[in-house]
Nanobody, 115 residues
Framework: QVQLVESGGGLVQPGGSLRLSCAAS????????SGWYRQAPGKQRELVAT???????NYADSVKGRFTISRDNAKNTVNLQMNSLKPEDTAVYYC?????????WGQGTQVTVSS
């Protein structure tokens, strides 16, 4: 079993920045792929960014050039740096990790971009 806990969400003005962090209860991020997803009201959950064990990254077209996913092996966290935020980035952001053939999700953290 793995527990994922997200932090760092909040309210920010358009053009601002936020940094999300996902902490795992076990040291899995160095070995297994992980990522961030988001779900806006009335919409399906969508992929934001992923990172593999070899730190290869992938981004949704809507966030390329603005968001950066990274991993801190010492802290056992996966982070999402979000810059130039737009109102359409408003959503609940979820951390996701694959481990031992299973998929795990965090509880989500709310990001609201509004003036």
């Amino acid at each position: 079993q793995v527990q994922l806990v997200e932090s760092g969400g909040g309210l920010v003005q358009p053009g601002g920045s936020l940094r999300l962090s996902c902490a795992a209860s076990r040291s899995i991020f160095r070995i297994w792929p992980s990522g961030w997803y988001r779900q806006a009201p009335g919409k399906q959950r969508e992929l934001v960014a992923t990172i593999t064990s070899s730190e290869s990254t992938n981004y949704a077209d809507s966030v390329k050039g603005r968001f950066t996913i990274s991993r801190d092996n010492a802290k056992n966290t996966v982070n999402l740096q979000m810059n130039s935020l737009k109102p359409e980035d408003t959503a609940v952001y979820y951390c996701n990790a694959a481990f031992g053939g299973k998929e795990y999700w965090g509880q989500g953290t709310q990001v609201t971009v509004s003036s």
